[in-house]
């Protein structure tokens, strides 16, 4: 059973006693809980790497915007610390809000041509919460290395670059994304989707497979590619909206000609859910 913890203060202790005493290399993986086999894979890899491993579970709410589904995301802190068994998690940390937010915070992370873009665009303010509470993690934990999933490639981006301009002294390690069977990027926000939704949630997958095709058939042009991309998705039904699909290479910087590499991003609402993936250029012999 992992030990749970609430305040940081006692987590601090227990890290920095395996670290200093045992010299024990500490992993860490932030998440908003309900688990799923994509968080399974981070806690897998971090296990592997490292003699600690710790979770986090805090569904951050400066991370959401108002209007977004902050109330509804879903919740169930005992199922999650099952899974953390399963996986030999050694401890939990589930801090309350008034643990990690005792005051309003004031500092405001934003890093230029990275936190206002894509996601950054349409939900302003979100990645300033995401940098306000990874930053605030890694100086309650102090681990050695922390996992984040290629599922939110631009956060990922964003804390590598956190983690360079400000030397924090933790090594941050991606972890590839993991898909259902038919290809559906896995999210706790897939609870929300009915089986008709699903079926049309599918089309963000495939729409890689697509854009795969095409390039294979010689089609380079950016525009051109995010266009067909779009249609594609939109000609589903349920699909209520696409909210931006985008071609960047790897460091998110736009590009004109699609190369193997590049990343293909993109935003859509299936009825009242939406759902990102990317995926990047190649992966699919087609
Ligand atoms: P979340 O709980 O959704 O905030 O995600 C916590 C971490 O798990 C983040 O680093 C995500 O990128 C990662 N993650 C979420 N879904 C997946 C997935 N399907 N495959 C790989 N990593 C994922």
Redesign the pocket.
């Known amino acids: 059973m992992p030990t749970l913890f609430k305040r940081s203060r006692e987590i601090r202790n227990y890290v920095r006693s395996h670290r200093c005493e045992k010299g024990h290399a500490v992993g860490f993986?932030?998440?908003?809980?309900?688990l799923?086999?994509?968080?399974r894979?981070?806690i897998r890899e971090s296990k592997i790497q490292n003699d600690l491993t710790i979770v986090s579970i805090y569904v951050n709410p400066l991370q959401f915007g108002e209007g977004e589904d902050y109330e509804r995301y879903p919740r169930d802190l005992q199922r999650d610390i099952g899974i953390c068994e399963e996986e030999g998690v050694d401890a939990v940390f589930a801090p309350t809000d008034e643990e990690m937010y005792p005051e309003r915070p004031l500092v405001s992370i934003e890093i230029k041509g990275l936190t206002d873009v894509l996601e950054g665009k349409l939900r302003p303010g979100h990645f300033n919460g995401v940098c306000n509470v990874v930053l605030k993690l890694f100086n309650i934990i102090q681990p050695d290395r922390a996992?984040?999933?290629?599922?939110?490639y631009q956060?990922?981006k964003v804390v590598e670059r956190l983690v360079k301009d400000l030397k924090i002294p933790v090594e941050v390690v991606p972890?590839?994304?993991?898909?259902d069977g038919e290809g559906l990027?896995?999210?706790?926000r897939n609870t929300y989707l009915s089986p008709e939704e699903r079926e049309s949630a599918l089309s963000l997958y495939r729409s890689f497979l697509l854009a795969e095709r095409l390039l294979r058939d010689g089609n380079r042009d950016a525009n051109f590619l995010k266009e067909a991309i779009r249609d594609f998705i939109l000609a589903h039904p349920h699909v209520r909206k696409v909210d931006y699909v985008d071609i960047r290479d790897e460091k998110l910087n736009p590009v004109q000609e699609v190369k193997e590499g590049d990343r293909i991003l993109l935003a859509v609402w299936v009825g009242d859910t939406r759902l990102i993936d990317n995926w990047r250029v190649g992966d699919a012999k087609v």
């Open positions: 993986v932030p998440t908003m809980g309900y799923h086999e994509g968080h894979k981070l996992y984040f999933g290629e599922k939110d956060q990922l972890v590839a994304t993991v898909r990027a896995l999210s706790s």
